[in-house]
């Protein structure tokens, strides 16, 4: 099994930043692709970003294309979300998640097998 815990999260004010990480134990990460997902009150989880398992290809959500940016260190174990120009919307528990599949479809939460307790990040005006 793998387990993962969040950290980073916490209150910004709006256009701040923050990276979030995702470190992994009981497996090593170089054999799963990653994803971070999120969760606003009263809406279904959310895909952010993911990235493969050889690392080279990512994947944006249209909301935080131009502001997010995750990476892997398999070296350590974790994954990363650096959050630039946050802003109110972007207010969620945010969620790593990691699965195995080479298949294409990284938006599908359900594809993930993995997941941490999530971290909560809110963002003010």
């Known amino acids: 099994q793998v387990q993962l815990v969040e950290s980073g999260g916490g209150l910004v004010q709006a256009g701040g930043s923050l990276r979030l990480s995702c470190a992994a134990s009981g497996r090593t990460i170089s054999n799963y692709a990653m994803g971070w997902f999120r969760q606003a009150p009263g809406k279904e989880r959310e895909f952010v970003a993911a990235i493969s398992i050889s690392g080279i290809n990512t994947y944006y959500a249209d909301s935080v294309k131009d502001r997010f940016t995750i990476s892997r260190d398999n070296a350590k174990n974790t994954v990363y979300l650096q959050m630039n120009n946050l802003q109110p919307e972007d207010t969620a528990v945010y969620y790593c998640?990691?699965?195995?599949?080479?298949?294409?479809?990284?938006?599908?939460?359900?594809?993930?097998?993995?997941w941490g307790q999530g971290t909560q990040v809110t963002v003010s005006l």
């Open positions: 998640a990691a699965r195995r599949s080479y298949l294409s479809n990284y938006r599908e939460k359900n594809t993930y097998d993995y």
